[in-house]
């Protein structure tokens, strides 16, 4: 069955690049692939959570620049219904450049993130939650998360988030989230450890945790259970995109199944992915 859902956050233009080694100090490289794509983990959530059947709206600043017609037009072919909140702003939306080693999987990553594109909540379309039934927030646009959160709680619309990193304003954003998805890089105020973060969480009333850690296991919490989940060993091509795909494939899952078997799920995606180059690849090489 279809499901909408909702994705906020940043919207970048990816240019990636698939190397032997990372450059050294003014060398110059040839790269031996290249893929341009619409980015940013919101962005890249949505196309996974599309690619897997459903309808996803992407939340965010795209703009009017010639850049962002690059980023709507590779929206378009995965059927992203792109809700601009900016859509007359002339500078172009962020650009980012990652390279991948081949032997590794490895990435580096140039990029200018969301803070000069924020949002503020008079910006936000009209009803848009219409018809929503999951929402990811990736701590891009704060502003508009914290309230699209609220409203979506008090519609009993269960809200995920996708803790890259601590972001100033996450904890406004918390109380109303029922799905916490952590890096193992997600480090609120005063936390040193795992144990620490989960403790933060729950405090913020969030019942449902994970933290992803790459290629090893997966602790979570949901309610008063405590697990681990493997993670599949695969042979890795390119784990830049991965995280952002677990999410969207999370998205799908958790509205089908329970918490632990969405995050198994969810993994198999994501490792799945990361044996392509580039964010999209998989989905039509693996399939």
Known sequence: MTRQGLFIGVVTLDLIYLSEHFPEQN???????CAIAAGGPATNASVTFSHLGNQASLLGVVGNHP?????RADLEQYG?????????RLE???VSSIIITRATGDRAVMSINATHLQASVEQLPAEILAGVEIVLIDGHQMAVSEAIAQQAQAQNIPVAIDGG????????????????????NFYPPDCHSQEDVFTYLSSAGITHIAITQGEKTIPYRSHSKAGQLEAPQVEAIDTSGAGDI?????????????????LASATQIASRSCQFFGSRRWMSESD
């Open 92 to 94: 172009s939306p962020p």
């Open 27 to 33: 060398q110059k490289m040839v790269a031996s692939d």
């Open 67 to 71: 850049t962002s017609h690059l980023i």
């Open 246 to 262: 677990f999410h969207g494939a999370f998205c799908h899952y958790i509205l089908r199944q329970n918490f632990p078997d969405a």
């Open 80 to 88: 992203i219904s792109i809700r601009d909140l900016d859509a007359n």
């Open 165 to 184: 990193s601590w972001k100033p304003g996450f904890e406004k954003v918390l109380p109303f989230v029922d799905y916490a998805i952590a890096s193992a």
